[in-house]
Each structure stands twice: as structure tokens, then as C-alpha cells.
């Protein structure tokens, strides 16, 4: 059984043991401070005392412009991760998406988005299975991320944008 709950700051150190973000040692922390900043809610699911799983509700939705103009109070969640692999497919995705839509819908949205990498068709299929709509809204889904070395990388994958109407 998983459960679902907003990152707290003593989760940290065993979700950076247990879920790696190769070559961006703070992603971890950064998405706990853009939680405590009230950015977002860094969602962690757990099988017993284990991280097996995050995703980012962000608040402020996607931060595309491009997506963000047509969907200016659509929450998005991001980089929604199960680990290890072998986990996946188990319902670990859908309990982040679950809790991820609930607490949506606890805040008053009505619609819920995510974006989904365009070499990642395993996930879309995930999604649209649960009610996800495709928009028709294509975009370059832009971070970057200074690795344990200092350097700067920035990256721009290929995305779709796809939402859900929340009850």
C-alpha cells in the first residue's frame, strides 16, 4: 500500500538516498523550498518508510508561456517520478496523480495539467487512461540545473500539454 503526503524537510535525506536525480543534487531541496515559499506542494509517495515516488503540483501552472496563456489558472504537475523502475506500473504514478487532483480540487481549481515528454508515450497512455484530454498545445519544456560539478546545463524537451477537468 502507498500513501501520499506533501514533502517535509526530514524527508529529504532519504529521498535523495532513495529516489536519485542524477546530476542535479538539489532537486530534492528545491522543490521543498518552492513548497515552503507556497509555490507549490511537493507531493512524496511512500511504501511504508520508503520514498517510491514525487511529482510537483505547481500552483502557478506550467511555465510555458505559451501553455500558461491558454491555461492561466491550471495548476500543472511536474516531474512526477516513480523509483526504482521496477516499481513502475504498480499504481504508484496514479495514488501522486490521485492526491495530486484532490488537493487541486481542496483548493478550489477546477482543472488540473501536466506535460508529457514527447519520447515518453508509456506515461501519456497513463494519462490520458485517467481522464486527461490532449490540447493540442505543443511546447519545449525549458528547466536547467547546475550539476555536481557547477555546471549549468539547460534543457528543452519536446512536451505536450494535457488536461482534466476536475468534479
Known amino acids: 500500500m502507498v500513501t501520499v503526503k506533501p514533502c517535509q524537510e526530514e524527508d529529504i535525506a532519504l529521498l535523495r538516498e532513495h529516489i536519485p536525480t542524477p546530476g542535479q543534487p538539489e532537486r530534492h531541496t528545491t522543490r521543498f523550498e518552492r513548497q515552503q515559499h507556497g509555490h507549490s506542494t511537493f507531493l512524496i509517495a511512500w511504501a511504508g518508510a520508503l520514498p517510491v515516488g514525487a511529482g510537483e503540483l505547481l500552483w502557478r501552472g506550467c511555465s510555458a508561456p505559451e501553455i500558461n496563456q491558454h491555461y492561466p489558472d491550471c495548476p500543472e504537475l511536474n516531474g512526477l517520478d516513480v523509483w526504482p523502475p521496477e516499481l513502475r506500473s504498480r499504481?504508484?504514478?496514479?495514488?501522486?496523480?490521485?492526491?495530486?487532483?484532490?488537493?487541486?480540487?481542496?483548493?478550489?481549481?477546477?482543472?488540473?495539467?501536466?506535460?508529457?515528454?514527447?519520447?515518453?508515450?508509456?506515461?501519456?497512455?497513463?494519462?490520458?487512461?485517467?481522464?486527461?484530454?490532449?490540447?493540442?498545445?505543443?511546447y519545449l519544456d525549458r528547466y536547467a540545473y547546475?550539476?555536481?560539478?557547477?555546471?549549468?546545463?539547460?534543457?528543452?524537451?519536446?512536451?505536450?500539454?494535457?488536461v482534466k477537468d476536475l468534479p
Open 91 to 138: 499504481g504508484i504514478g496514479t495514488a501522486l496523480i490521485a492526491a495530486a487532483e484532490k488537493l487541486a480540487h481542496q483548493h478550489g481549481r477546477h482543472r488540473i495539467g501536466l506535460g508529457v515528454d514527447d519520447g515518453n508515450p508509456r506515461a501519456a497512455a497513463l494519462y490520458l487512461r485517467l481522464g486527461y484530454r490532449e490540447t493540442g498545445r505543443h
Open 146 to 162: 547546475v550539476d555536481s560539478d557547477g555546471t549549468r546545463h539547460e534543457i528543452a524537451d519536446p512536451a505536450r500539454f494535457l
